[in-house]
Nanobody
Framework: QVQLVESGGGLVQAGDSLRLSCATSGRTYSTYGMGWFRQAPGKEREFVAAIRWSGGRTYYADSVEGRFTISRDNAKNTVYLQMNSLKPEDTAVYYC??????????????WGQGTQVTVSS
């Protein structure tokens, strides 16, 4: 089993920055990579970013490319999502997930409880 705990969400203004953290524990070695997803009210969960544990290759959704950065600290078993130039449309519950290195929620086996990010205009 893998346990994931997100933190770092909050209420910010447009243009501000936030850094989300996802602390992992358990059998993370059994996973290929980590992903961040988000879900706004009334919308489907959407892919934000992903990173491989080995090599650190990353991939981003077009909507966040150039503004968000995913990174990992293997020694701390923690994955981060640095979010800059936040927009109101970034408002959502953000989830980290462990599993494959893909853009579909179904490719991930483990999920955190989510952290709320609210961006005011």
């Amino acid at each position: 089993q893998v346990q994931l705990v997100e933190s770092g969400g909050g209420l910010v203004q447009a243009g501000d920055s936030l850094r989300l953290s996802c602390a992992t524990s358990g059998r993370t070695y059994s996973t290929y990579g980590m992903g961040w997803f988000r879900q706004a009210p009334g919308k489907e969960r959407e892919f934000v970013a992903a990173i491989r544990w080995s090599g650190g290759r990353t991939y981003y959704a077009d909507s966040v490319e150039g503004r968000f950065t995913i990174s990992r600290d293997n020694a701390k078993n923690t994955v981060y999502l640095q979010m800059n130039s936040l927009k109101p449309e970034d408002t959502a519950v953000y989830y980290c997930a462990a599993g494959a290195w893909g853009i579909q929620p179904g490719e991930y086996d483990y999920w955190g409880q989510g952290t709320q990010v609210t961006v005011s205009s």
